[in-house]
């Protein structure tokens, strides 16, 4: 029994459900999106933070002009690092602008059943019925913590995205396990806010990005390809801009591209900043992890196989987001059971729906269908308008509002 009804029910306000709201609201559907704008990246991403994309690729989607962030800053240039908070509030800004009416609650379940098709519970205790859930619930819940600390208590180990307030490990010796942005950064965040950091990377050595040009020569263009939302390269504009051919790749290679595109390095801004504060030790390759006189002794390993302990206070794992559809509890589990994954990830149309009709997936657990793209920000408007396109096939009443226009990109 549902006490209302929608088109569209969006679980998550972040970058991607904002965007798929934008496009969905434009042709007249009636959308209900739940979660308060932003909320992950005000409550989950440390105080400090830069965006290590590029200002042009740091837009969300809309089906009409005026609302990317370089609309919203027309001053930022290439090579310059967004603060999170300035990014947060392009976000916020858009929601209001674009997507009137987001809802500062939480999806508790979602279940097959009604004459919709769902019944979507919310935190508030209403149940909505509906024909279209598009989870677009970002990479939080996809939270990877390494076996060997999985089982550790919270209060020793944590994960990066657990942080917004780092200030609460002053004067603590805190390991920081990874080598990629998430790593170093948090790292200098900690060395900021009176931490002693350790980083334990299993790499040979720390990689960093090189400074971007701004304005390149016709040589430099020829050569090094062009530039996109995923770095400068042909075959890396190829994964970013059409990521809709990506999905015809063989698995194994759409994953491979997951994992090595982009692969762990800092951002240049970030390297004068890992200074003499933050210890670093490479080719260290963690082998067990055990409580230690209130805190923790991670025992690694080098390519020698020789063996090290490492006691701290705290560690905190900055080693991503691995997409599984049983993480997401607010899948009823019979839901969970008849949606098909391979590898824990949702098995995805060309339209971003999965097995069953009328469930989308946008984000990290459509990265191994569409690729690397979709692990950023970058990736939110070809998914926006993917998902649009179909659901608009799907229900042939809706028609555009008025004074706006969708521009379907089916690539």
Avoid: C
Avoid at 47 to 63: H, I, Q, T, V, Y
């Amino acid at each position: 029994m549902s006490d209302s009804a929608s088109d569209v029910v969006i679980a998550g306000a972040g970058p991607y459900g904002l965007s798929t709201a934008a496009h969905l609201q434009n042709i007249g559907l009636a959308v209900r999106i739940i979660g308060q704008p932003m909320r992950f990246w005000t409550e989950n991403m440390p105080e400090g933070m830069f965006l290590k994309s590029e200002p042009f690729a740091s837009s969300l989607g809309a089906p009409h002009r005026g609302l990317r962030f370089t609309d919203r800053h027309p001053d930022w240039r290439v090579g310059q690092p967004i603060p999170l908070d300035t990014f947060v509030s392009y976000g916020r800004w858009f929601a209001a602008v674009a997507i009137p009416g987001t809802e500062d609650a939480q999806v508790l379940t979602v279940d097959r059943g009604g004459p919709h098709g769902y019944l979507v519970t919310l935190s508030t205790g209403e149940t909505v019925a509906t024909r279209t859930v598009v989870m677009a619930v970002g990479v939080g819940p996809f939270a990877h913590i390494p076996d060997e600390l999985a089982g550790l208590p919270s209060w020793l180990v944590s994960h990066s995205s657990a942080h917004r307030d780092l200030g609460l490990f002053a004067g603590k010796e805190v390991a920081v396990l990874g080598a990629g942005q998430s790593a170093l950064e948090t790292a200098v965040l900690l060395a900021d806010a009176g931490a002693h950091p350790h980083v334990l990377a299993r790499r040979a050595e720390l990689d960093w990005n090189t400074v971007p040009k701004e304005k390149r020569s016709l040589w430099e263009k020829a050569g090094g390809g062009p530039r996109s939302g995923l770095g400068t390269g042909y075959r890396t504009w190829l994964w970013a801009e059409k990521p809709g051919l990506v999905r015809h790749l063989p698995e194994g290679t759409r994953l491979r591209l997951v994992r090595e595109t982009m692969p762990p390095a800092g951002a240049w801004w970030l390297r004068d900043r890992l200074d003499e504060r933050v210890r670093v030790s490479t080719d260290r390759h963690l082998g067990k992890a055990v409580e230690h006189d209130d805190g923790v002794a991670l025992t690694t390993t080098d390519r020698t196989g020789r063996r090290l302990v490492t006691e701290v206070e705290h560690v905190i794992a900055a080693t991503g987001f691995v997409p599984d559809v049983e993480r997401l509890t607010m899948l009823s589990p019979e839901l969970r059971a008849r949606v098909a994954t391979r590898l824990g990830a949702p098995v995805l149309s060309r339209d971003f729906e999965a097995s069953v009709p009328g469930l989308y997936f946008a984000g990290l657990a459509a990265a191994p269908t569409f690729g690397p793209v979709m692990r950023f920000v970058h990736g939110a408007d070809f998914a926006a308008r993917r998902i649009a396109h179909h659901v608009i096939r799907r229900t042939p009443r809706a028609r555009p509002s008025a004074g706006r226009v969708l521009e379907p990109d089916v690539r």
